[in-house]
C-alpha cells in the first residue's frame, strides 16, 4: 500500500509537471539587431582593430585578410584568455567576414537558453554564432586555426545559403 500510494503520487507529480515544461520551451525567434546590438559589436571590432594596428602594424579590412590577422593574434597571444569580451571581439570580426562571404545577416536569435547575437541566413533561423567560436576554444588553452572554422562554418551553412541562378557550382 505504502509504495503504491508513492507511485500514484510520483505518476501525479509528472502529469501535472508535463505542462509546465512544455512552457520552459520557448520557441525560437529571429529578428533584426537592434542599436545598442548594432553598437556593441561595433565596438567590438574597434577593440580588435586596436590591437591589430597597436601590435601588428595591421588593421581590420572586413574581408578574408581578416582571418590570417585574426590567427596571428591568437598565435601571438595579444589577448589573454580569461579576456572573455576581447576574446568575442575577435568573433564578432569573423562574423563579420563570414556576412560578407556568405551573404548571412547578423540578428538576434532568442530561445529558451536566451538571447544571442548571431549571422543569420536572411528571412531564415539558419544561423551561426561566430561570436564565441573563437573564444569558447580560446578559454580552455586552444589556439583554433580560424581558417577552418571559417571553411567549416562555409561548409555546414552552404545548404541554406540563397543561390546565385547564375552560380554553376553544386
Known amino acids: 500500500m505504502y509504495l503504491l500510494k508513492h507511485l500514484l503520487a510520483l505518476a501525479c507529480i509528472i502529469l501535472l509537471s508535463t505542462p509546465a515544461q512544455a512552457q520552459d520551451k520557448k520557441k525560437v525567434e529571429v529578428f533584426d539587431l537592434g542599436w545598442l546590438d548594432k553598437n556593441h559589436l561595433e565596438h567590438q571590432v574597434e577593440r580588435i582593430d586596436e590591437i591589430a594596428r597597436g601590435n601588428l602594424g595591421s588593421q581590420i579590412r572586413n574581408s578574408t585578410d581578416d582571418l590570417e590577422l585574426l590567427q596571428r593574434i591568437i ?4 589577448i589573454a584568455k580569461d579576456d572573455r569580451l576581447r576574446l568575442q571581439a575577435m568573433g564578432a570580426v569573423l562574423g563579420n567576414v563570414m556576412a ?8 538576434v536569435y532568442e530561445d529558451n537558453l536566451g538571447r544571442s547575437r548571431a549571422l543569420c541566413v536572411e528571412d531564415t533561423q539558419h544561423c551561426l554564432f561566430p561570436i564565441t567560436m573563437l573564444s569558447r ?6 589556439l583554433p586555426n580560424v581558417k577552418d572554422i571559417f571553411d567549416y562554418c562555409h561548409e555546414e551553412i552552404r545548404p541554406y545559403l540563397k543561390r546565385n541562378p547564375y552560380d554553376v557550382t553544386p
Open 75 to 78: 598565435n601571438r597571444g595579444l
Open 100 to 107: 560578407q562571404e556568405f551573404g548571412m545577416v547578423w540578428q
Open 137 to 142: 576554444r580560446m578559454e580552455v588553452g586552444l
